[in-house]
């Protein structure tokens, strides 16, 4: 392969961005998946980049937890993920389980179907 190839191709692959994850939540209220629930405005597919924060703060759009004094935390094979830290350091792929946590309020009501 030519340096001229090499320099296309990376400058392609930086057009894309870095690759994507799409995750399933799996939270009180129901699933948040690349399909359900059928209403959501929106779907789990992130940047590798993407810091936890981030997941949290869409599925509780997409779930309507508007209760800001509870603790919402998201989880990975048990492991909590810290907000301020990106997907990929912690291993999450693309089909993962995240469950997230919410404590306190009522974090049960309002399921979304």
Do not use: C
């Amino acid at each position: 392969m030519s340096t001229h190839e090499q320099s296309n191709g990376a400058h392609e692959a930086a057009r894309r961005g870095p690759p994507r994850l799409q995750v399933q939540v799996q939270t009180p209220r129901g699933l948040w998946s690349m399909t359900q629930p059928d209403v959501a405005a929106r779907r789990p597919d992130y940047p590798q980049t993407a810091k936890a924060q981030e997941v949290i703060d869409d599925a509780r759009e997409v779930f309507r937890f508007v209760e800001g004094d509870n603790k919402y935390t998201l989880l990975h094979n048990g492991a909590v993920l810290a907000p301020e830290r990106p997907l990929v350091s912690y291993h999450v792929e693309s089909g993962a389980l995240l469950l997230l946590s919410v404590q306190g309020g009522n974090a049960d009501r309002g399921v979304v179907r």
